[in-house]
């Protein structure tokens, strides 16, 4: 069992920048690949990002170059640094975790976070 939870979110301006983090516990959480998913109301929920506590990671088309991925090992801990918000980031964010090494799918993922709500106004 891998438990997450999420933090961070909040309300920014069209530009600006935020960050998050989700704090990982629980049995084998480093043999897991954390993923960052968003969901927009009406639509479907969409891969952001990965990253392995190795620090590999994988980006979305739609955030790369904007968003990064990272992890702190001393603190459990994935961040998600939003630079650069567009009104189209805004979503509820989760993040999840695979032990799979398919991850860019939500299908591929087994616990997930409560998630934080992401607001760019423009």
């Known amino acids: 069992q891998v438990q997450l939870v999420e933090s961070g979110g909040g309300l920014v301006e069209a530009g600006g920048s935020l960050r998050l983090a989700c704090v990982a516990s629980g049995r084998s959480f480093r043999s897991h690949i954390l993923g960052w998913f968003r969901q927009a109301p009406g639509k479907e929920r969409e891969f952001v990002a990965a990253?392995?506590?190795?620090?590999?990671?994988l980006y979305a088309t739609s955030v790369k170059g904007r968003f990064i991925v990272s992890v702190d090992n001393g603190q459990d801990t994935v961040f998600l640094q939003m630079n650069k918000l567009k009104p189209e980031d805004t979503a509820l964010y989760y993040c999840?975790?695979?032990?799979?090494?398919?991850?860019?799918?939500?299908?591929?993922?087994?616990?997930w976070g409560q998630g934080t709500q992401v607001t760019v106004s423009s």
């Open positions: 999840a975790a695979t032990p799979n090494t398919s991850n860019q799918y939500d299908r591929d993922y087994i616990y």
């Open positions: 990253v392995a506590w190795s620090g590999w990671n």
